[in-house]
């Protein structure tokens, strides 16, 4: 599945954005997924659940690739 994440504000918190995009159904599921090593950011893995995710970064998982982009004015 390949979303793209429209962001409104400066940043968004890694576990927050696998809840809004529904990857996951809550943010202890999130969190879970994410320290378990499932998650990479721009090809990276990532074990930061609160990771800062900003426009121009792109989220991976096993069925999943999120593009993180400003939200138009």
Do not use: S, W, Y
């Not at 576990?15 to 599921?29: E, P, S, Y």
């Not at 997924?33 to 998982?61: H, Q, S, W, Y």
């Amino acid at each position: 599945m390949r979303l793209t994440f429209d962001l409104t504000g400066d940043h968004i918190a890694l576990c927050d954005l696998l809840k809004v995009c529904d990857i996951m159904d809550t943010g202890g599921a999130a969190k879970q997924f994410i320290a378990d090593g499932n998650v990479e950011v721009d090809g990276e893995l990532e074990l930061r659940k609160t990771r800062k995710i900003r426009p121009g970064m792109v989220v991976t998982g096993d069925d999943f690739e999120i593009h993180v982009v400003a939200a138009p004015a």
